[in-house]
């Protein structure tokens, strides 16, 4: 079965400036998907950034770009000029490319709550 | 992207009695999912809903206490059984469309049981 780890509960930026947050997973399978995913207070869970694991070049999103480590199993999201409005829960997230019963199901690590300070 | 409602958004139920959580979706949509995810924490999977077949639960998630309905391609339901104060978690709707990466959330239902 697949992992997800998010080794850090909470982390602390200043805004405008950077912040990276960590992610490892641990999966036998060749064929999958990441992602990292925001829970603002309002509970609704926002997708961020997605990695296909067959690309090399890392996923970027305008101030959202994430360090994708396939032989070490890392991925990790960078946020850039932090605004407020980026605090948030944050999650990341597994799925894998495999189709039949696996198709669509995420593996959720523990979750990263990110305060932005003004 | 796709555009979920979920109903109620918030409950608050005393123990012993049911509860029943609609999702439903502005387009057609293969697999439907439901999540719960309990205060402070992560989202477990509790069990995937096709159209036309029996939802398949995840280890530790029966039938029995989260019944699920999967009318037709857009609509969902998910009970809450014989409910416990341990049942008060966050229920979240996903769905996923065949051949898009994306995954889509809905709001999510807060329950409180008392």
């Known amino acids: 079965a697949q992992t997800v780890t998010q080794s850090q509960p909470e982390m602390s930026v200043q805004e405008a400036e950077t912040v990276t947050l960590s992610c490892t997973y641990d999966?036998?399978?060749?064929?999958?998907?990441l992602f990292w995913y925001k829970q603002p207070p309002s509970r609704q869970m926002i997708l961020v950034i997605r990695?296909?694991?067959?690309?090399?070049q890392n996923a970027t999103e305008n101030r959202f770009s994430v360090n994708f480590q396939k032989a070490a199993k890392s991925f990790s999201l960078k946020i850039s000029d932090s605004q407020l409005g980026d605090a948030a829960m944050y999650f990341c997230?597994?799925?894998?490319?495999?189709?039949?019963?696996?198709?669509?199901?995420?593996?959720f690590g523990q979750g990263t709550i990110l305060t932005v300070h003004p | 992207s796709a555009v979920i409602s979920q109903k109620p958004s918030r409950d608050i139920c005393q123990r012993g009695t049911s509860l029943t959580i609609q999702c439903q979706v502005d387009?057609?949509?293969?697999?439907m999912f439901w999540y719960r995810q309990q205060p402070g924490q992560s989202l477990t999977l509790i069990a995937t809903?096709?159209?036309?077949?029996?939802?398949?639960?995840e280890s530790g998630f029966v039938i029995d206490k989260f019944p699920i309905s999967r009318p037709n391609l857009t609509f969902s339901t998910l009970t809450v059984s014989n409910m416990s104060p341990e049942d008060s978690s966050i229920y979240l709707c996903?769905?996923?469309?065949?051949?898009?990466?994306?995954?889509?959330f809905g709001p999510g239902t807060r329950l409180t049981v008392t």
């Open positions: 990695q296909e694991a067959y690309k090399q």
């Open positions: 997230a597994y799925r894998s490319g495999a189709g039949g019963t696996s198709y669509g199901k995420l593996t």
């Open positions: 999966t036998s399978e060749s064929d999958y998907y």
């Open positions: 387009s057609q949509v293969t697999m």
């Open positions: 809903a096709n159209q036309g077949s029996e939802a398949t639960y």
């Open positions: 996903s769905v996923n469309r065949q051949g898009f990466d994306e995954q889509y």
